[in-house]
Structures are given as C-alpha cells and as structure tokens.
C-alpha cells in the first residue's frame, strides 16, 4: 500500500455538512506529463513560453465548438445548489471542491478574455488573468474532480462540472501542462492496444490460464477467444478484467455466459481495451482515434455485434460516443443495439431462461450495488430511461437470493462517486481518492451494519480497482468489492459441470 | 416635455436596443454553437417529447432546484413566480385597452410584490448566512440582488404608500412605442423605479441573468437520449471522418 500521511476522515452516521476550509486541498496536484507522454498525443512535450495567448486562444477554440462550455460558463447564478453536492468537497471541506468553486478558477479567466464585464469590472465579477499560477491551480483541483456529474443532476440549468474539468484539461495539454497518468496511459493503448500495455502473446498466456482455471472449477471447457475471425461477437472490456482482482472473476462470467448461451465471441489484440481516458482529458480527437481501434477489430474480424464489459466511463463513451466517434455501424448486425452492455445481454438470456441459475450458490454473500457515475448519469441500459439502474439490479437478484439496497440519495442518479473516476486512478492522488470515498463509504457501512451485507457489487474497473484500495482505509476487508459478473459466474450451472462434484460452491469460488 | 422625460425616454430606448440586441446575439451565438457529443444527464428522455416535457418541469417548476435544496427551491421559485406576475401585470401600462386576463390578474400581480421581495430576501439571506454560499458571492451577486429588491421597493411603495400620476406613466411609455413622446411623472419614487429598470435591463446581456436563455440551450438537459439509434455528428467533427475517406 502506499505510503500515506494524512488521515482518513471519519464516518458519521448521519453525514454532517463540513463548514469550509479553504486551501486544504490545495497540495494535491498529480506528476505533470513529461514530453514522452505528451507528445505521441500531439500535445506540447513542456509548458510553452507564451502559454498566456496559447490559453486564451485553446479556451477560444473550445468556446466555438463545445456549445455545453459556453453556455455553462454564462449561466451559473451562484445559487449554491451544487455546493454540498461533491463527494471531494464533503471528504476534504476544500470549498474549491465545491463544484461552482472549481468551475469559477476556468470562469474566472473565460470572464477576463472574452465578456464585457470581465474585460472592463474584472473586479466586479471575480476575472483574473491567466497566470502560471492559475494554471497551477487548475493542475491540482481539476484533477481533484472525477467528473462524476452528480453535480449536474442538481444544479437547475444542468451546468455539468464534468464537462468544465474536461475542457480545463484540453487547454492544459495543448500548452504542455498535461497529467502524467492519463496521458502515459493513452500512450499506452496507441502502441499496444491497451491501458497496461500487455501485448498480444501476454494477453494469450493469460486467457490460456483462465481457461485452465475455469475448467479446474467446473470441468467444463470454457473458451476466451482471442482473435477469432468470424465470431458472432467482439467483447471490448476494459483490460484490467484481464488480470485485476475482483475484474478478472466478472471475465470469467462473461466467458461462461457466452459459453452456456452458446454464443462465438472474441476478444480483439488490437483493441483489446474498453477504456477510453481521451474522454478524461477532453480530448475528443484522441478519444476518437481511440474508439476507431474498434470500429477496425470489428471489420478486420468480420464480428457481426460489439459488447462491451463492465466498465463506467468506457460505457458512457461507447453507449453516448462511440455511434459519433466511431459509426455508423451498419455493418453489424441491425438487430441488436451498437454497442451492447454485456448487463444487456446477460440480462436478455435471463428474461429468456437461456441460463441455468443457482442462486443458492450465493447464498453466503449478502451484496449492495454502487451505481457507477457514468453508467448511472451518461448512460443507458436497455430501451427505457432508467434501465441503467434496473438492468444490473435485475441481473444481480436473479442470481442471488440477498440484495440489500444502500440509502437513497445515494445510489441512482445521485450515487457517489467511489473516489478514483476520472483520471485519479493513481498513487500520487491517493489522499483525494481516499477522502473523496467518504460518502460511499458511509452509505456502505450503514447496510453493512443494519442489514448484514458483505459485499459491494460494481460494474467498472476503476470503481474496482480503486475500492480495493481505499476499502482497507475505511476498515473493510478489500476482497469486499466484487464484480457483477463475478455473482453470475459463481451462480451459473454449465451444461456437463460437476456431474461427480458434490461440492459445487466451493468450486466456483476461486 | 421635461428635460428628464426626453432623458428617461432615450434611456429606454436605449436600454430596449441593448437587451434585444445582447441577448439576440447572445442566443445566436448559442444557437450556431454545436453540441459534438451527446451529454443529457440520465435518465433522460428518449424522445423529443419527453425533452420538451424535461424543459418544461425544469422552467416551470425549477425541478432539478427541488431535488437539490429545498430553501433555495422555494425562495427561488418565489422570486421567479412573483416576478412573472409583477411583469405581466405590468403589461397594462403598454397596452390600450388592457387586455382582459392582465385585468384579472392585476389583484395577484399586486400582492407578488411581496412574495417577490420575500424571496429574494431569502436569496440575500443565504448568500451572508450559509458559508458555502457566502464563499461563491462575488460584488456583482450583492449588486443583482440590490437592483431586484430595489426595484420591488420602489414598485411597491408606488402601488401601496406613494401614489404616481399612474395615466401619465402610462400615457408616457405607449409614447415611446407609437413614437408620439408625452411627458413622464417626475416623483422620485417613480424615476428611481424606471432609473433601476433600465439599468437592469442594460446589464442583462453581459451578466449572470444569461441564465434566462442558457438553460434552454443546456445540452444536459435539452438533448434526446437516443445515440445508439441515431448517429449524431457535429459539422467540425464530420470534416474529421471526411479527410480520412
């Protein structure tokens, strides 16, 4: 675990709203990028020289062609509706982390350069020019926001923070400012197809071994297809499913699904990633060349339908941007929706009896389920609104007898963000990620206590990997976070499994 | 005719071009600007419809406000209420003869005074009281909310303490649309009145009020919920997908 020297706050039974302390985030900043992490992304390997016009002119740029940052940046009335709202601020108490006083560090310099009353009363309306230490500020707490958008769902004119940090970090890069995490893993996925950088024969080895391991459970040959052309289905998940603890559980109920549905799928090499962090710089131009990678694996293996595995923002790129980005696809199969979440179809087998359930065999897990902020608020699942909700809650139930829901006000549309969204998946944001898991963390351990539940269900690699994490902080075990597809996996009964094994939970426990 | 009536009279016409102007310019700008992605907070709508319903729960009924926090919701909608049937009443002043629904509603236009000053009271409050809302206050927020209550002041003690030669207001402003000037009133209730009306609407376009027109350009609350279905390309995005074919 990484070394940590700050203290993790203190859960309350009811959640008190913090009075405000201004500055106390403000040494959170992540590594900058250096020019090897820039410059394979088109942006500028160093802070330029004259980043003062080049800011000005990027936040130009941006103004003209995202309609979303102009008129947001116009309409904030300060009414203080957002102020309680992120789970940054009510972890640090920073009021720079509400979301209307991180938006105001960008408003304040879009106010200066490009609106009367910035230009001629800067005091007035709070405009100030752009300096290093404006861009400074910018570093550290626009990579203090998961770009979550709880605090869209709330404010009245749907100003959408999210949509301010991405831009923020557009103009960062593009003057050579860039973050190394997010800019040293799209490096990644260019040169090798994914976020780890695990190229193709590694990638074989590991499903070889997964295979091996999902017949020394159940005695059934399971495949995981790499590279298979013709195969009905491409799955694109996020490759941290490929070796990560709890993901690699909810891949191995995807390929069991599949296996037991009897539908040929494949995993691409060449996209062999679900991930999408263009979308966590604003950068629509490295975001789209990201998602062409898929439209290329789909045609290259001559798929016929693309699902995608559980993970929050890659969803929300490939339900809301991938038909943009990367479409049309009318090369696919028109029967089935571009793309499809492997929930949907899991979810679509069950309806038809298509699986063959024991519930019991998770009968010793008592599990809640954490929305995923982008599944759950820039997304959707299934035909109707809300189905993003439903759907996972439907599939869980069926597949085990013992749901428990966390209190309202914290899951659906105003779920809490787990605290590593949006770029902050890395150690040196540990103290933010951490503090920003207290909602969460609170809403948890109130079912845990009332209603027994062990365990937290997530449909996203980040919401996983960082719960495994910061769990520990908060004192729970970290193997308390599972994937969804890791209750189905445990729960299915494959054709020709066990015949002689009396012991079934036992086995598919590992 | 006054030297203060010609004044006021160019101040209006004046404060009329800027707002219509402005705020013109300001919604085409808003309008030529594309939405490249498809961002509608979800759940949300999946058919034009259901927008148009989202729009209308969210201007008639400030419907995200509610969820949000319910002081601000009910000061805010308030105010905004209260506005709507001051201003609305106040079409009697504009038209011959009153049209006959601003006649029945000139009784609840005159209490909104109230209601309208009690709301932004509670606005005011919460921007000294609550310290988040106090730290998000600029001068310029201070000063909105001084110009509204001034306005609703001055207003009520016209229709409640201090009378103004009302024909002659009104006879004044139907002047200065038929282009036939008359003399105004020059009690100090009323000029301050109109002094502040005018102000507000000069600095409409270039302040936070741009929320009036924002909210119906927000692309998180104004877009259909459909892009598996149908594909949705910004013009500067479709010259990327052109270049490479």
Redesign the interface.
């Known amino acids: 675990m990484a070394k940590v020297d700050f203290d993790t706050p203190e859960m309350q039974e009811v959640s008190i709203l913090p009075k405000i302390k201004p500055g106390s985030m403000e040494h959170s900043s992540p590594f900058v990028a250096k020019d090897i992490h820039q410059e394979p992304l088109g942006f500028p390997g160093e802070l330029v020289e004259n980043f003062e016009e080049k800011v000005v002119e990027k936040m130009g740029d941006l103004l003209d062609k995202y309609r979303g940052f102009r008129v947001f940046l116009d309409s904030c009335v300060k009414c203080g509706a957002c102020t309680d709202k992120c789970h940054y601020y009510l972890g640090t108490s920073d009021p720079k982390n509400m979301p209307v006083g991180r938006q105001d560090l960008l408003r304040s310099v879009y106010r200066r350069y490009f609106t009367f009353a910035g230009k001629y009363f800067p005091k007035l309306v709070g405009a100030r020019d752009v300096s290093k230490e404006v861009l400074d500020e910018w570093h550290s707490y626009f990579h203090q926001c998961s770009q979550c958008r709880r605090c869209s769902v709330f404010c009245p004119y749907g100003i959408d923070t999210a949509e301010i940090s991405m831009a923020a970090r557009e103009i960062l890069d593009s003057v050579g400012y860039g973050q190394k995490y997010c800019n040293e893993i799209i490096g990644k996925v260019f040169k090798i197809g994914n976020n780890l950088g695990l190229p193709g024969p590694a990638l074989e080895d590991t499903l070889e071994g997964l295979e091996e391991d999902v017949m020394d459970d159940t005695g059934v040959e399971v495949k995981f297809p790499l590279d298979v052309q013709g195969a009905e289905v491409l799955l694109v998940t996020p490759s941290a499913d490929f070796f990560a603890e709890p993901h690699i559980d909810g891949l191995m109920g995807y390929a069991k699904v599949f296996h037991a549905a009897g539908i040929s799928w494949t995993i691409s090499s060449y996209a062999s990633e679900a991930a999408n962090f263009g979308m966590f710089i604003g950068s629509y131009d490295n975001m789209r060349k990201i998602s062409q990678r898929i439209r290329k694996a789909a045609m290259d293996l001559g798929v016929k339908r693309i699902v995608f595995g559980e993970c929050g923002h890659a969803w929300r790129v490939a339900y809301s941007f991938l038909n943009t980005l990367a479409g049309p696809w009318d090369f696919l199969d028109p029967k089935y929706p571009v793309p499809q979440h492997i929930l949907e179809v899991t979810h679509g087998l069950i309806q038809e009896g298509k699986l063959n359930i024991d519930k019991s065999r998770n009968d010793d897990i008592v599990p809640t389920f954490h929305d995923s902020c982008n599944v759950a608020r820039a997304s959707r699942m299934g035909d109707k609104p809300g189905g993003q909700f439903e759907i996972p809650r439907e599939v869980i139930k069926a597949v085990c007898n013992n749901y428990v829901d966390m209190a309202p006000g914290t899951t659906h549309e105003a779920t809490f963000c787990c605290g590593g969204g949006g770029g902050l998946l890395t150690d040196d944001l540990m103290e933010i990620r951490v503090k920003g898991a207290l909602p969460r963390m609170e809403a948890y351990k109130q079912v845990t206590e009332n209603n027994g539940v062990t365990n937290i269900v997530a449909i996203c690699a980040i919401c996983k990997a960082q719960f495994t994490k910061i769990l520990p902080f908060y004192g729970f075990g970290m193997d308390a976070i599972m994937s969804a597809h890791q209750l189905v996996s445990n729960a299915i009964v494959l054709e020709g499994e066990g015949q002689d094994d009396a012991d079934e939970s036992e086995a598919s426990e590992a | 005719m006054s030297s203060v009536s010609v004044i006021y009279a160019l101040m209006f016409y004046f404060a009329t071009a800027v707002i219509v102007v402005g705020v013109g310019r300001?919604i085409a700008?808003?309008a030529r600007?594309?939405?490249?992605?498809?961002?509608p907070?979800?759940?949300?709508?999946?058919t034009k419809g259901g927008v148009v319903v989202r729009m209308a729960k969210?201007v008639v009924l400030?419907a995200?406000?509610f969820?949000?926090?319910k002081w601000?919701w009910i000061f805010?909608w308030m105010f905004h209420f209260a506005l709507l049937l001051v201003l609305l009443r106040h079409l009697r002043y504009f038209t011959d003869p009153v049209w006959e629904w601003v006649a029945l509603i000139q009784p609840f236009g005159k209490y909104a005074a109230f209601a309208m000053l009690a709301g932004l009271a509670g606005?005011w409050a919460?921007r000294i009281v609550?310290?988040?809302?106090r730290?998000?206050?600029?001068?310029?927020?201070h000063?909105m909310l001084a110009l509204l209550v001034g306005i609703g002041i001055t207003g009520a003690l016209m229709t409640y303490v201090s009378h103004t030669d009302i024909v002659a207001v009104k006879a004044f402003f139907i002047g200065l649309i038929t282009f036939n000037w008359q003399p105004l009133p020059t009690d100090g209730v009323l000029l301050a009145h109109l002094g502040l009306v005018v102000a507000l609407m000069i600095v409409f376009p270039?302040?936070?009020l741009?929320?009036a027109p924002?909210?119906f350009?927000?692309?998180?609350?104004n877009q259909v919920?459909n892009?598996?279905?149908?594909?949705?390309?910004?013009p500067?995005?479709a010259k990327?997908d052109a270049r490479e074919e």
Request: glycine share 4%; no cysteine.
């Open positions: 300001k700008q808003y600007t594309p939405a490249p992605l498809k961002i907070t979800t759940p949300a709508p999946v969210e400030f995200s406000l969820k949000s926090n601000i805010g606005l919460r609550v310290d988040r809302v730290y998000i206050t600029g001068p310029s927020d000063l270039f302040s936070k741009l929320h924002g909210v350009f927000s692309p998180t609350r919920d892009p598996r279905e149908k594909r949705h390309v910004a500067w995005a990327l």
